[in-house]
């Protein structure tokens, strides 16, 4: 398995529950590992019964396991605060004040909130030497999908700005021209340099998430929870981002075969529905169904989540 596993889906169906499974797993089986999250509620510290932070920390209880709560709002606030002290750097002192403006007016525009998340999951990876997995708990399918397709886009947008950036400064040396020597600016210009950090840094962004990342997909057995799976599967593959299996999640559990009373008649009847609706996705996805978890009456916390972990047929062996 690859060092870094995502584990995604539509919201409500129990992306978190099976990603902290699968980390107790991995560090059961003897792996450091660390589960990271982005859901502002706190999931997996509730999971844990444990705060935890924006740096890693042991989980009580369970040796070599470690959780990352990744606050999102404040993943944008910290990126906007970079971005601000970046262009001040390039810009003169008048200029400052507006470009404030314009940052603080791009606080809530579409893209700044995957933005900042990206660079955070990025350095989460580039910065997880000590652990031998790292474990994703990502936000809703939608969210995911836009968080993962960045490098892709951002890669070609930056190609443009270089590209333009290059135009102007030969534009601006062939103009200044003073005592017939050409004024120098292309080497070291600041701007330039900045735009390709960006460029290298989505460039390997990109690499990691196709070549060291394995990506599980979390449904529940009802007709749109598997429609958005399927769009999913879709979405990612245009990323050159293959599903590696899928896990139905809550399912009904089967009443005992002496229960006659009504309650029995209607579980065995949603059984029945559910059974015929995975028997369509095993058909209609692609990925292998890797785990079938039945809805739990109890919290799933300790001895619960690590039997939940056994379920998942994911390997926990690292790759070469």
């Known amino acids: 398995m690859e060092r870094y596993v995502f584990f995604g889906g539509k919201g409500g169906v129990g992306k978190t529950t099976v990603s902290a499974a699968y980390a107790h797993r991995c560090a059961t089986a003897g792996l450091e590992t660390l589960v990271v999250s982005?859901?502002?509620?706190?999931?997996?510290?509730?999971?844990?019964?444990?705060?935890?932070?924006?740096?890693?920390?042991l989980v009580d209880g369970?040796?070599?396991?470690?959780?990352?709560?990744?606050?999102?709002?404040?993943?944008?606030?910290?990126?906007?605060?970079?971005?601000?002290r970046n262009l001040s750097q390039q810009v003169s002192a008048a200029m400052v004040n507006a470009v404030d403006r314009q940052i603080e007016?791009?606080?809530?525009?579409?893209?700044a909130y995957e933005a900042a998340l990206?660079?955070?999951?990025?350095?989460?990876?580039?910065?997880s030497d000590p652990f031998d997995r790292v474990v994703f708990d990502t936000s809703p399918t939608g969210g995911t999908l836009r968080l993962l397709s960045l490098p892709d886009y951002l890669e070609g947008w930056i190609d443009r700005l270089i590209a333009k950036r290059r135009k102007s400064i030969d534009l601006f040396e062939k103009a200044a021209i003073g005592n017939q020597e050409p004024r120098r600016v292309m080497e070291g210009d600041p701007v330039l340099a900045h735009l390709q950090d960006r460029k290298e840094f989505f460039e390997a962004a990109g690499e990691m998430l196709r070549n060291e990342a394995a990506?599980?997909?979390?449904?529940?057995?009802?007709?749109?929870?598997?429609?958005?799976?399927?769009?999913?599967?879709?979405?990612?593959a245009e990323q050159g981002l293959e599903v590696r299996g899928l896990v139905a999640n809550r399912l009904t559990p089967e009443p005992d075969p002496d229960e006659e009373g009504r309650g029995a008649r209607y579980l065995r009847d949603r059984v029945e529905t559910e059974r015929e609706r995975l028997e369509t996705a095993a058909q209609v996805l692609s990925p292998p169904i890797v785990a079938e978890i039945e809805t739990a009456v109890e919290e799933i916390r300790g001895e619960r989540l690590a039997r939940v972990g056994k379920a998942l047929e994911i390997d926990t062996?690292?790759?070469a």
Do not use: C, W, Y
């Open 62 to 84: 369970v040796d070599q396991l470690h959780a990352l709560e990744i606050d999102p709002q404040a993943e944008v606030s910290d990126h906007l605060a970079d971005v601000k």
């Open 105 to 111: 007016m791009a606080h809530g525009t579409p893209g």
């Open 38 to 57: 982005t859901d502002p509620a706190h999931s997996v510290g509730d999971l844990f019964d444990q705060e935890f932070g924006d740096e890693p920390r």
């Open 118 to 127: 990206f660079d955070r999951f990025v350095d989460v990876m580039q910065n």
């Open 215 to 236: 990506f599980f997909l979390v449904f529940n057995p009802d007709s749109l929870s598997i429609r958005e799976t399927e769009r999913a599967i879709d979405d990612l």
């Open 317 to 319: 062996t690292p790759s």
